[in-house]
């Protein structure tokens, strides 16, 4: 398969990045730095995702390359972690932009490569936070929450292509984004899962092979949270 992954310089999209090439897989990868992956079957682009132009000239110079793209996850994001009286607009507008508009550009981009498929994904990335209804995260939950409206609609308007959109809601997982998050607030959002403890790249990746396998296209406009959380 031929799999763009966004986010690849580090966390959870660089370790999808590399589990896929040990598959075999051709993975093409971006972010706005430079990525430490070097393997035969990967490429790395830089790339502003708040900047349509330069999303479209990602997505140009993929397809001179290749006739195709079998996956595309939508997986880099931010977060802002504050009141929403400490939050100034700017913030939650790079939020947005980097959380929603990118994915939606991301998939224009791409659907002309994605219709070339014979089983064509679009995986994207939303967040327990949704489900939550997090305090002190307005804007990042927001910004999720319409990631999820994003891929029941496009579920709907893409089925006429056989592609199929879901999305995937992680758990609190050990990379930089959590990081700066006081302990008391992890283990608060740890206590409300079914599961209690940290999401893993593996959970991540088993949610992703299901939604990208071949007899998965009649699962469609679904988003799986890990860790036991419902809406």
Known sequence: ????????????????????????????????????????????????????????????????????????????????????????????????????????????????????????????????AVPFNLEGELAYVASKSAVESMTKILAKELAVFKITVNAIGPTPVKTFLTANVSEDKINNLLSRQAIKRFGEFDDIKNVIDFYIKENSDFITGQIIYLGGVNK
């Open 1 to 128: 398969m031929i799999i763009v992954i966004t986010g690849t310089s580090r966390g959870i999209g660089l370790n999808l990045a590399k589990m896929y090439l040990d598959e075999g897989h051709t993975v093409i990868g971006c972010s706005r730095h430079d990525s430490e992956l070097t393997h035969s079957n990967y490429e790395h682009y830089i790339v502003d995702l708040t900047n349509e132009d330069e999303i479209n000239s990602f997505a140009k110079s993929v397809k001179k390359k290749y006739e195709r793209t079998d996956v595309l996850i939508n997986n880099a994001g931010i977060a802002s972690m504050n009141h929403f009286m400490l939050t100034p607009s700017d913030t939650a507008k790079k939020v947005m932009n980097t959380n929603f508009f990118a994915p939606f550009a991301m998939t224009r981009a791409f659907i002309n490569t994605l219709k070339k498929s014979a089983h064509p994904r679009i995986i994207n990335f939303s967040t327990v």
